[in-house]
């Protein structure tokens, strides 16, 4: 998450402590703690609705650990993890409904192993098998 969250202060100093910032119209688009002008610790984004947009943890400026985003109606829209701003572990992301869309792991940033992906029904759609250097494709079935 980017956002538009300065490392400088007003004064023209690394930013440290607590800090808020606003979407032009005044509403609260983000909010979370800089060390030494680097975002750390938990930071929350939010949609120009006022709902969460996305949740998760930095350190030394970096994404880190699990994160979570949602869509405009507060459901779940994606879960996976960083370390040290690189997607690793399991990833999720989610159907409007709410059902999984699709499933699997990154290694170091890239997809890796089976990654599944499912009908708004849960039924099981496709299949995909992703080596670091090597994309293999396998078709299960269409929903």
């Not at 701003?85 to 089976?114: C, M």
């Amino acid at each position: 998450m980017r956002g538009n969250a300065s490392k400088l202060d007003e004064q023209g100093k690394l930013r440290n402590g607590a800090a808020t910032f606003f979407f032009k119209d005044g509403t609260l688009e983000s909010a979370g703690d800089f060390l030494d002008g680097e975002k750390q610790g938990e930071w929350k984004y939010y949609l120009k609705n006022g709902k969460l947009k996305a949740v998760g943890k930095y350190e030394a400026g970096q994404l880190s650990g699990e994160w979570k985003w949602y869509r405009e109606n507060g459901n779940l829209m994606q879960i996976g993890s960083f370390e040290a701003g690189t997607q690793i572990g399991l990833w999720k992301r989610f159907h409007p409904n709410g059902s999984v869309y699709d499933e699997g792991f990154y290694e170091n940033g890239k997809k890796a192993g089976e990654w599944k992906v499912f009908s708004d029904k849960g039924l099981l759609v496709k299949t995909t098998h992703h080596r670091i250097s090597k994309f293999e494709a396998g078709w299960v079935s269409e929903a």
